[in-house]
């Protein structure tokens, strides 16, 4: 556990960051030399100075894949151990020099610009393949923290941060006396990862208003972490939902009411319980609710925010006894009552040129027979008491129903 924590003290110390310049040093030749391919200088375009810098800017396609190469080496050293960086740094210098005999000349932009977009595929690839290497060292946590811990520091990227900010606040890695305390460890990571968003204003405002983890409750850490792996292609996974609960499918719930809300996506669970064929028939019933560009997603309408509608099938899918706590966050109190709302509507249904009559009446036929099919399935797989197994699936069966008549209600 020692050489854990001591780990940790030095990412939040600053000192790992200097690590990696030392590593990058070492392939470059020189530590300026690494600085400036790992963080080019942005391309100025109002006083170009060298030949490519004039033909980059004279394309308005060659300045935006200049900037891509420069975002995706940056993710794609984020997501590769530190002491592995030398091929990927190897890569770019090969990449600069033939961009330096190509792009020179301005005759040459669909030259350059091909060559552009083959580093930004073989960066974007290095990226993912170091993504997934996180990915199985985070599926790791359950079963040992202190070796996750271990191979996450290995690693400077915000991703690999927020999983350590998570398991300090989680209490899953504990710092003994002499090793430092948590919360200096805890602020120490979180200050380098708001630095390393600083490209991302809407998300560093969100994180500021997070206050001081440190102190916060685990919430505000599974909110910090659900931020920083929307912006990587990490899943959330189960085992986060299956251990926190209640608190863990809000963090990770409606956030943005945007299209932002994709991200990250939540992790496939072991059954569905909207496969059920009771579950289909009412989907195929309530289809034609779906407003154009809308799309069904494990039988609930996914538009905007509908986030809540993952989080919703998730949750009856994962841990369906949640479904009966009462909501902690202020969004999540608020989406009771608009569920509410939705449900009175859906009660009191007359519209029926918008959602005809006839499939109205038949999805109120359907759903007691949805309900007990959900029901006997919590009893079977999950172990519920028969009252609380009914109360539970009653709970879902009126988030399936809010959710799709949801879509059809103009906002408030």
């Known amino acids: 556990m020692r050489s854990t924590v001591r780990g940790l003290a030095v990412v939040a110390a600053g000192v790992m960051a200097a690590t990696a310049s030392m590593g990058l040093a070492q392939t470059s030749g020189g530590s300026s030399t690494a600085a400036v391919i790992a963080n080019p200088p942005p391309l100025n375009c109002a006083k170009p100075v060298t030949a490519v810098d004039k033909t980059l800017c004279a394309s308005a396609d060659l300045k935006v894949a200049a900037e891509d190469v420069a975002t995706g080496l940056r993710d794609a050293l984020a997501n590769t151990p530190i002491g592995e960086r030398d091929a990927v740094m190897r890569g770019q210098q090969a990449f600069l020099?033939?961009?330096?005999?190509?792009?020179?000349?301005?005759?040459?932009?669909?030259?350059?610009?091909?060559?552009?977009?083959?580093?930004?595929?073989?960066?974007?690839?290095?990226?993912?393949?170091?993504?997934?290497?996180?990915?199985?060292?985070?599926?790791?946590?359950?079963?040992?923290?202190?070796?996750a811990a271990a191979a996450l520091q290995r690693y400077d990227g915000p991703a690999a941060k927020a999983w350590l900010v998570y398991l300090l606040q989680a209490g899953l890695v504990t710092p003994t006396d002499k090793e430092g305390k948590r919360e200096t460890l805890v602020s120490g990571l979180v200050a380098a990862i708001r630095r390393d968003l600083v490209a991302d204003p809407d998300l560093k405002e969100e994180l500021d208003k997070l206050g001081d983890l440190s102190t916060a409750p685990l919430a505000n850490s599974l909110q910090l972490l659900r931020?920083?792996?929307?912006?990587?292609?990490?899943?959330?996974?189960?085992?986060?939902?299956?251990?926190?609960?209640?608190?863990?499918?809000?963090?990770?719930?409606?956030?943005?009411?945007?299209?932002?809300?994709?991200?990250?996506?939540?992790?496939?669970?072991?059954?569905?319980?909207f496969d059920l064929p009771e579950w289909k028939r009412i989907e195929a019933r309530m289809s034609s609710t779906a407003a154009p560009g809308q799309e069904f997603i494990a039988g609930l309408v996914r538009q905007n925010g509908g986030r809540q509608s993952e989080i919703d099938a998730l949750q009856g899918s994962l841990l369906p006894a949640s479904l009966l706590e009462p909501p902690q966050s202020d969004d999540a109190k608020r989406a009771v009552?608009?569920?509410?709302?939705?449900?009175?509507?859906?009660?009191?249904?007359?519209?029926?040129?918008l959602w005809p009559e006839a499939d109205h009446k038949a999805t109120v036929a359907a759903l007691p027979a949805a309900i007990t099919a959900t029901a006997k399935l919590y009893r079977e797989k999950f172990n519920l008491a028969p009252a609380v197994a009914d109360q539970a699936a009653h709970a879902l069966a009126d988030r399936f129903i809010a959710s799709h008549i949801s879509a059809l209600m103009p906002d408030e």
Do not use: M
Not at 101 to 126: S, W
Not at 246 to 271: H, K, M, Q, T, Y
């Open 97 to 147: 020099a033939e961009r330096d005999r190509t792009c020179a000349d301005r005759a040459a932009t669909e030259a350059c610009l091909r060559l552009y977009n083959k580093r930004i595929g073989d960066i974007q690839a290095v990226s993912s393949a170091g993504q997934k290497k996180l990915a199985a060292i985070t599926a790791t946590i359950p079963k040992d923290p202190k070796a």
């Open 337 to 353: 009552d608009q569920r509410k709302s939705a449900l009175a509507a859906f009660r009191a249904w007359r519209d029926f040129d």
């Open 227 to 273: 931020h920083v792996l929307s912006t990587t292609e990490l899943d959330a996974p189960c085992f986060l939902f299956t251990k926190h609960g209640i608190v863990a499918f809000e963090a990770f719930g409606p956030f943005w009411n945007s299209s932002r809300d994709a991200s990250p996506a939540l992790c496939e669970p072991p059954l569905s319980v």
